[in-house]
């Protein structure tokens, strides 16, 4: 059975940083491409960043692009994504997917975490 628990969230001021971790079971994680969406209160959900299988590649979209970065450790089975300069604006629940491909969608992702609640006060 696959699992994706997040940690990390929390509350934090403007302009800071938290690092938030997905530690995955049932599955190995090298074969899997990994993602990171959030759902701000009343939005939909979002993508945050993406990685490759073996980290080479990553993406992001250009409201997170140069502060958050996404990483992944295949020997600890976990991702990581670290959030710098924090803005009120970040303010979420934050998941974490997983999926054989590739993919920057929502919809291409398989496996999904119950999600960290991050909030950003200004």
């Known amino acids: 059975q696959v699992q994706l628990v997040e940690s990390g969230g929390g509350l934090v001021q403007a302009g800071g940083s938290l690092r938030l971790s997905c530690a995955a079971s049932?599955?190995?994680?090298?074969?899997?491409?990994m993602g990171w969406f959030r759902q701000p209160p009343g939005k939909e959900r979002e993508f945050v960043a993406a990685?490759?299988?073996?980290?080479?590649?990553?993406s992001y979209p250009d409201s997170v692009k140069g502060r958050f970065t996404i990483s992944r450790d295949n020997a600890k089975s976990t991702v990581y994504l670290q959030m710098n300069t924090l803005k009120p604006e970040d303010t979420a629940v934050y998941y974490c997917?997983?999926?054989?491909?590739?993919?920057?969608?929502?919809?291409?992702?398989?496996?999904w975490g119950q999600g960290t609640q991050v909030t950003v006060s200004s």
């Open positions: 990685i490759s299988q073996n980290g080479g590649t990553t």
């Open positions: 997917a997983a999926d054989r491909r590739f993919t920057l969608t929502e919809t291409g992702y398989a496996y």
């Open positions: 049932g599955l190995t994680l090298s074969s899997y491409a």
